[in-house]
């Protein structure tokens, strides 16, 4: 039986492979409580666990300069739980069913507690700084979080979606998605070298910033499986991503008004109905338009490291460049 290659990703963290398989030992120490209902959540948590992405760059970023060390670890554990908990609060404000093909935690228990327990997550992880004395790593994160806070209620504040700016869309996904890679990246630089801070500071910002556009360019892009249509899950809740508000400036006055009684309406929109504005916004240059405009980020992510001596972190650093602009989930 042949065997498959190994995916990008796995090539990508095939330097840190152990160093992760730490990070989720440290993660599962730290959501563990003498509470039995915290411990049922943090079980189903540590299921719903993703592909590592922030804790990988964390570990890479700190062996720009030498090998990943046990403080390393820790971080990106921490840096792990953050993001756990900021999904946590997304499915509760949003309440969703599910993540990653999961019930969620909002589904499992309820909404309270799945609020207290992202509130539980960001206390740990806030803890496991100070009992540590990383007081650079908190003062990153603790912004980091902060902004994260703010970028959501930003995209709530928003009164007329389809008004919404390519300027504001992008004050939007840096606070509320780039900030944190780019923490995880600045929380590497601590450990490998201080004068890496700028270098990998600028890159996670960057490939923060085109992580976000080409999530947003899957839902346009991915079919569901029970369709075969595109799945469009931002689009049915009414969320206005950089795809829509390209296509805004060049679509014709028939399909704006198309598209305007989309946003209007209050029922749920049947798969032919979202295939209609995915096919609008794609004739109208909308795809086309993020496609570049994330090519840009990626190619500025890129750029930052070129001064960094080259090591097999470095090359994993450059090929995450293209996992976030390749990937179709």
Same mark, same amino acid.
């Given at each position: 039986?042949?065997?498959?290659?190994?995916?990008?990703?796995?090539?990508?963290?095939?330097?840190?492979?152990?160093?992760?398989?730490?990070?989720?030992?440290?993660?599962?120490?730290?959501?563990?409580?003498? +509470?039995?209902?915290?411990?049922?959540?943090?079980?189903?948590?540590?299921?719903?666990?993703?592909?590592?992405?922030?804790?990988?760059?964390?570990?890479?970023?700190?062996?720009?300069?030498?090998?990943?060390?046990?403080?390393? +670890?820790?971080?990106?554990?921490?840096?792990?739980?953050?993001?756990?908990?900021?999904?946590?609060?997304?499915?509760?404000?949003?309440?969703?069913?599910?993540?990653?093909?999961?019930?969620?935690?909002?589904?499992?228990?309820?909404?309270?507690?799945?609020?207290?327990?992202?509130?539980?997550?960001?206390?740990?992880?806030?803890?496991?700084?100070?009992?540590?004395?990383?007081?650079?790593?908190?003062?990153?994160?603790?912004?980091?979080?902060?902004?994260?806070? +703010?970028?959501?209620?930003?995209?709530?504040?928003?009164?007329?979606?389809?008004?919404?700016?390519?300027?504001?869309?992008?004050?939007?996904?840096?606070?509320?998605?780039?900030?944190?890679?780019?923490?995880?990246?600045?929380?590497?630089?601590?450990?490998?070298?201080?004068?890496?801070?700028?270098?990998?500071?600028?890159?996670?910002?960057?490939?923060?910033?085109?992580?976000?556009?080409?999530?947003?360019?899957?839902?346009?892009?991915? +079919?569901?499986?029970?369709?075969?249509?595109?799945?469009?899950?931002?689009?049915?809740?009414?969320?206005?991503?950089?795809?829509?508000?390209?296509?805004?400036?060049?679509?014709?006055?028939?399909?704006?008004?198309?598209?305007?009684?989309?946003?209007?309406?209050?029922?749920?929109?049947?798969?032919?109905?979202?295939?209609?504005?995915?096919?609008?916004?794609?004739?109208?240059?909308?795809?086309?338009?993020?496609?570049?405009?994330?090519?840009?980020?990626?190619?500025?992510?890129?750029?930052?490291?070129?001064?960094?001596?080259?090591?097999?972190?470095?090359?994993?650093?450059?090929?995450?460049?293209?996992?976030?602009?390749?990937?179709?989930?």
């Amino acid at each position: 039986m042949p065997v498959s290659s190994p995916s990008l990703l796995q090539q990508i963290q095939n330097p840190v492979t152990g160093q992760l398989d730490d990070v989720s030992q440290v993660i599962r120490q730290l959501v563990t409580a003498d +509470v039995p209902l915290l411990d049922q959540v943090g079980d189903h948590l540590m299921m719903m666990r993703g592909k590592m992405f922030r804790p990988t760059l964390t570990l890479l970023c700190s062996g720009v300069a030498a090998a990943p060390t046990e403080r390393a +670890v820790h971080l990106g554990a921490v840096v792990e739980l953050v993001h756990l908990a900021t999904l946590v609060h997304d499915d509760a404000v949003d309440h969703s069913l599910l993540r990653r093909g999961m019930p969620t935690v909002n589904a499992i228990f309820s909404h309270q507690v799945s609020v207290i327990t992202g509130d539980y997550l960001y206390s740990r992880a806030l803890m496991q700084l100070v009992n540590r004395q990383e007081h650079d790593a908190l003062q990153i994160l603790v912004d980091a979080s902060t902004q994260m806070s +703010v970028g959501e209620m930003w995209q709530m504040s928003a009164r007329e979606v389809l008004d919404t700016t390519e300027a504001e869309y992008e004050r939007v996904i840096r606070s509320k998605t780039a900030s944190l890679i780019q923490s995880a990246c600045r929380c590497g630089a601590l450990l490998g070298g201080k004068e890496f801070d700028a270098p990998l500071s600028a890159f996670g910002y960057s490939l923060g910033m085109a992580f976000q556009i080409a999530d947003d360019l899957i839902d346009y892009t991915q +079919v569901a499986e029970t369709t075969g249509k595109p799945a469009g899950l931002d689009l049915r809740e009414h969320k206005v991503t950089l795809p829509i508000i390209a296509a805004l400036k060049s679509m014709s006055p028939a399909a704006r008004k198309t598209v305007n009684a989309f946003f209007s309406a209050t029922e749920d929109h049947s798969d032919a109905e979202v295939a209609e504005i995915v096919s609008i916004v794609s004739e109208s240059g909308g795809l086309d338009y993020a496609r570049k405009r994330g090519e840009q980020f990626a190619s500025e992510a890129e750029l930052a490291l070129k001064d960094l001596p080259n090591s097999q972190y470095k090359s994993s650093l450059i090929s995450t460049i293209s996992y976030v602009m390749e990937r179709n989930s």
